[in-house]
């Protein structure tokens, strides 16, 4: 298989890979990396806004995550406690006001004995990001533009049973949201939440 | 012991404070609204297990008929 050298075609002299390679070709290999990566850098991908380890919390807020820098983020979450399952809703805020209404649920679930647990709000007050102790993954469509904001998420518990959904919100207002806050039903909740950016 | 973890995502800042009296506010709203759909769905739970004893089914049998509760 040819090997680009420097970006530019085939390194030459490798005929098994028992066969040595020389510091030039070495210095080759390095210069393909960083074109490979700068296509990398130039191209799609999720980009770390922010890494925030909580605890004992009763509420968190994550505020100006949402920018014009980006139109689709991820959130990626995950409860350690409490150990039994406490429901941690949801709401997108803007200039640190929570909204609290207008989000619409509907989603499919199940538990590890087979009972389907589905989950369907009409214009509820916040909606259901995970449970603990569990994980949820969490992607939001265009939360800061003036828009209907939408978003898709997959988010899992376990305590005696292991419970698994995949649910879709939508928000139905044009608030330009420019962040969001995790609520626990009771209690408090200690965890790590990080939000990412995806590149066009 | 502070209630709230407030994170601002542009400058890093991080600030741990108690509720304040809207949020108090709007917390009590919505534990009562989560009794509320507590009550509901054991509301529904009840009306599901006397439908499956009229029907003279286990929630077992009822499972495998149906793949689970709604």
Redesign the interface.
Known sequence: MPIAINGSGPITGITSLNTSVSDTELGYLDGVTSAIQSQINTAGGLVL??T?T?S??????????F?STYVNYRVALNVTSPGGVV?V?ARLRASGT?T?TGYFTAGVG?NSS?????TAVASG??FDFTATPGTAVWDFMAPQLAETTRGHGLYSWFDTVLVGRAVSILQNSSTQFD?FSL?P??STITGTVR?YGMKN | ????????????E?TKRA?TPE?LA??E???L??QERQAAVAERAAARAALLDRLGLTEDEA?LLL????
């Open positions: 806004i922010t925030q909580f004992s919390s009763s509420a968190v807020n994550i505020n100006n995550c920018t429901a809703t929570d609290t199940i087979g009972t389907v647990q589905n007050g916040t962040g609520i039903s009771s939000v | 012991m502070a209630d709230v973890f407030e994170v601002d995502a542009l400058t890093g991080v509720f949020e709007q917390r709203a919505d534990a609204a989560e499972v793949g689970g509760a709604a």
